[in-house]
């Protein structure tokens, strides 16, 4: 079993910068591949970055050249390093891990393929 905590939520201003973080629990986390999601009000979770247990990274296009998905296995962590931030990145920003593989766009930008989540930290961007 993976327990995941994120923190590092908070209110930033517009072209200000972030950094969340998302600490696991459990046994062999460099073997798991380590996702973070997003959820803004009334709409569907989205995929933001995913980061495999070879430490190879993958972006969706909105957030692509703003933001660093990061992990430190020593500690258990992953980050993401939210820069150049814009009001439509307001959401609940969640942590999520998987198995360890190398699979397609598809397979690890979508929610369900993620059996362990975070509970959630709530980034707001003013404008």
Excluded at 6 to 34: D, H, I
Excluded at 96 to 104: C, E, P
Excluded at 108 to 127: E, I, L, M, R
Aim: aromatic share 16%; net charge positive; hydrophobic share 30%.
């Amino acid at each position: 079993q993976v327990q995941l905590v994120e923190s590092g939520g908070g209110l930033v201003q517009a072209g200000g910068s972030l950094r969340l973080s998302c600490k696991t629990s459990g046994r062999a986390f460099s073997n798991y591949n380590m996702a973070w999601f997003r959820q803004a009000p009334g709409k569907e979770r989205e995929f933001v970055a995913h980061i495999n247990w070879r430490d190879n990274v993958y972006y969706a296009d909105s957030v692509k050249g703003r933001f660093t998905i990061s992990r430190d296995n020593a500690k258990n962590t992953v980050y993401l390093q939210m820069n150049s931030v814009k009001p439509e990145d307001t959401a609940v920003y969640y942590c999520a891990a998987q198995s360890g593989g190398v699979y397609t766009y598809f397979y690890y930008s979508t929610a369900d393929n993620y059996p362990y989540w975070g509970q959630g930290t709530q980034v707001t961007v003013s404008s």
